[in-house]
């Protein structure tokens, strides 16, 4: 069935919703979700938002410089201070939309530290700030007539057409083309291309595929943050241990339960993302293991209860009190920095389309995302995003253009199974945390290049798990090709 709209949103996380409130109401748009409209990496978000709310111990150049050291310097400076100093207002707007962060007794905001900060400048709600964030801005979106949420919608194709975007999408009635004359990607991140990810089973960046495949630049896809603090198990989606409970004072151990970060970097705990996650794979050659831990047992337990209750009750489910227990944690994949370039106005190199979120690279984050920008990223360039299509709407917006037939022939053979998990473990032994020598990597690359021709001409039925599978293997494709460009 043909459908139109002004504005297309693929994703329902903080970034794409945020898009969709910051458009006129005047504007028709439609969200899509992939499964539920809840099912994001921003609902699992636990540490906070950053941002400089008051000058009275901080500044814009503070924040814009722990995020420049952070990011190894290898940020836009111009985007890091568009978010520094956009961010604040964009904070300040979602608590109108009744997201209730974490307060003091006399009503001040309260706010944390985590790795890379040199400020408590986090403001949170209590561990689970990003499930209320989307929960509230799902709530407005709601309220506004003007755009049309639908879940269970999986768009595998993205076609140029006249004044606009054509998306192929697979819904709960078969296949829908919706040709819309503007498309904003805000599919979130990668963490599926990984065996163990903190990421949610939708992160399998279709958005990545789609934009690659229409034409889009793509730009240091390989600029992978692995969080050191997952919950270590089995379980292939990990439970997050957040950043802020290093900030509150959690010290890390090793299999002797000895600190052991003096030996590799001055701020300790605090270090950025990288540096702890590259120190625990350093420390864990030298002792021979992969046992390592969080101990915050000499804070308060009733403080730890009210701070902490989703890592609280989380960890109980493994037997792991964090009031008298050590939290047993390793490194795992868990946000990209990389994706589809854009400009400061979020827009791509293909006319039309634009990508907020982790799909895109706005280049804040550089090759290491400071603890807590990413929901600041989601909100300052997802509203620029809706300002630019608002902009070109109101100096004349030719209709898009529907001619022809767009469906999909959806028939062909069945996926073959395993391929998603051998592809899992071919990323797992290329790249973790750092690269794997270069002859791993370029038998990496070369096996996932064939299975990526293989899904690409093999005339397979278009499914979800055959998009998904085709994501996985474009996804990982670009990372080792960037990974074996930089070894060459």
Do not use: W
Request: aromatic share 8%.
């Amino acid at each position: 069935m043909q459908k139109k709209c002004d504005v297309l949103i693929v994703g329902c996380g903080a970034a794409g919703l945020y898009t969709s409130l910051c458009l006129p109401e005047s504007t028709n748009v439609v969200v899509l979700s992939k499964r539920n409209n809840t099912l994001s990496n921003s609902s699992l978000a636990q540490g906070g938002v950053a941002a400089v709310l008051s000058f009275e111990n901080d500044s814009f150049d503070l924040h814009i410089e722990d995020t420049m050291i952070a990011g190894q310097r290898a940020n836009d400076i111009d985007a890091v201070t568009t978010l520094v100093e956009e961010g604040p207002d964009q904070v300040r707007k979602i608590m109108e939309y009744g997201v209730d962060f974490d307060k003091n007794d006399d009503g001040t905001l309260q706010k944390t530290l985590e790795g890379g900060h040199c400020r408590r400048r986090i403001v949170h709600h209590k561990d689970t700030t990003g499930a209320e964030i989307v929960n509230k801005l799902l709530e407005e979106v709601k309220r506004r007539k003007n755009i049309t949420l639908i879940e269970n919608s999986q768009v595998f194709r993205l076609t140029r057409v006249k004044n606009g975007i054509c998306a192929n999408v697979l819904s709960d009635g078969g296949q829908d083309e919706y040709f819309a004359s503007y498309c904003v990607l805000a599919t979130g991140g990668i963490g599926r291309v990984y065996k163990y990810t903190t990421n949610p089973v939708v992160a399998t960046g279709d958005g990545i595929r789609l934009a690659y495949e229409i034409g889009a630049n793509i730009k240091n896809l390989s600029y992978v943050q692995f969080h050191p603090t997952a919950f270590n198990s089995s379980d292939n989606e990990q439970f997050l241990i957040s950043e802020a409970v290093r900030g509150e004072g959690a010290y890390l151990l090793n299999c002797k339960k000895e600190r052991f970060m003096h030996r590799y970097d001055e701020r300790l705990e605090l270090a950025p993302r990288d540096v702890v996650s590259k120190s625990i794979i350093i420390e864990s050659r030298r002792t021979g293991s992969n046992n390592f831990y969080l101990d915050i047992t000499h804070r308060d337990s009733d403080y730890l209860h009210k701070r902490f209750p989703g890592i609280y009750e989380g960890c109980l489910k493994y037997n792991v009190d964090i009031t008298k227990d050590l939290i047993p944690i390793f490194p795992c994949q868990h946000y990209l920095m990389g994706g589809i370039e854009v400009d400061l106005n979020s827009q791509t190199s293909v006319n039309r389309l634009y990508a907020v979120g982790e799909c895109s690279n706005t280049g804040v984050h550089g090759k290491n995302r400071l603890a807590s920008n990413s929901l600041l990223e989601a909100l300052v360039f997802g509203r620029r995003c809706a300002l630019d299509i608002e902009r070109r709407i109101s100096s004349g917006n030719p209709e898009v253009g529907i001619s022809g037939n767009y469906e999909c022939d959806l028939d062909g053979a069945p996926l073959m199974k395993g391929i998603c998990t051998e592809i899992r473990n071919i990323m797992q032994r290329s790249y973790f945390v750092m690269p794997a020598n270069e002859d791993v990597v370029r038998m990496g690359f070369k096996r996932v290049g064939e299975i990526l021709n293989r899904l690409k001409n093999g005339k397979f039925k278009i499914t979800a798990e055959y998009c998904e599978a085709l994501s996985l293997a474009t996804v990982a494709y670009i990372i080792l090709r960037e990974v074996s460009d930089n070894d060459a």
